[in-house]
């Protein structure tokens, strides 16, 4: 079995977005912003495989708080108009290409041209195989003489059920 290809940052990948977790078309985008201080500023920036949900949510987050909390520096004077800039185009291209996978996945494959029809169909392939979880094992069982066996708290010794004191080291069975 061939191993699937690796995405592109251009590509629309499904899989669990990165933000909310939900298992979804997903794009790789990249929003910064700006909080500007008088002498000192600072920079946050979020990277990540998101929904077209989440990437609403990020934009408008970033994009508002970076008008707000932006220009209040020399240097994030010319920053923050960069980072709106750089935001938009992320957003604007992310939203084409979720908008163009989610109309792919909906036409019928009989309308797609061939090669667009095979990629649909390795697609949902993708999606139909599960999704591996980590599921934890539970302890073996004991055998039955272990299990209803008694040991001796103090030096470990299995004592025989109905007995009092341990033949080991005398100590009281519990």
Known sequence: MATPPVPR?????L????????????????FRRNVGMLFLRRTYKINGYLCKGCVNK?????QGKNL??????????FVMPTYLIMNSVAYGGALIKLRESVARMAMPPAAMP?????????EAQQLAQPVARAVPKAPPALPP?????????KCGAK???????????GAAAV
């Open 15 to 30: 899989q669990h977005c990165q933000s909310c977790g939900m298992m979804r078309a997903t794009k790789l985008v990249t």
């Open 68 to 77: 707000v909390l932006g220009p209040w520096g020399t240097i994030s004077l």
């Open 159 to 169: 004592v025989e059920a109905g007995t009092r004191f341990c033949v080991q080291c």
């Open 145 to 153: 003489q272990l299990a209803k066996a008694i040991f001796c708290t």
């Open 114 to 122: 061939a090669p667009q029809a095979q990629a649909a169909f390795a």
């Open 58 to 62: 990020y934009f408008w987050s970033f």
């Open 9 to 13: 940052p251009a590509d629309v990948v």
